[in-house]
């Protein structure tokens, strides 16, 4: 898309292949990659979409629910924390896939797992990005979108289709 830039944050080992792979595709004049920890570093400000991709599985629910905070806070307004993973249903067997995968983070990290719809927009909005929306991705993943309003805006959410 024409005027759009983007910043990548990542640990600094994998900002070096970040940057390779941006410049291979033509890209280094709108996306950067920036070397950091996002549990421990800022987001910076003036954004207007945040994109998690294959990172809540990997934290506890309270660091989740900080990364939401720290994007919601470096968000504009009217802007989005997208959240794209495995979304389990309120029985946490499905996508199957996903429970299987749960197991993976039991032995693999110290507190990840697969997540909810409703856990994942009860952190979108305790972190202030009320307009929830989610948008199946796959047959595996799915996308759970939440929405910064603006000074004096009321979001209303969608409905919670996967619980």
């Known amino acids: 898309h024409k005027g759009i830039s983007a910043v990548v944050l990542d640990l600094p080992e994998v900002v070096p292949l970040t940057r390779r792979y941006v ?39 309270d660091e989740n629910l900080l990364l939401m905070r720290k994007a919601a806070t470096a968000l504009n307004p009217g802007g989005r924390v997208v959240v794209q993973d495995f979304v389990m249903d309120r029985t946490r067997t499905k996508p199957p896939f996903g429970a299987v995968f749960a197991l993976n983070m039991l032995v693999n990290t110290e507190g990840g797992d697969t997540y909810t719809e409703s856990e994942i927009r009860t952190w979108l909005r305790k972190a202030g990005c009320p307009g929830v929306a989610r948008i199946e991705t796959g047959p595996h993943t799915a996308m759970i979108v939440g929405r910064k309003p603006a000074p004096g805006e009321l979001i209303r959410d969608e409905p919670d289709i996967g619980d």
């Not at 033509?26 to 400000?45: H, I, K, P, Q, R």
């Open 23 to 61: 410049s291979e595709a033509g890209l280094s004049g709108c996306v950067s990659a920036t070397a950091g920890n996002y549990l421990t570093d800022g987001f910076g400000e003036g954004f207007d979409l945040i994109f998690f991709s294959a990172i809540v599985h990997i934290n506890p629910p």
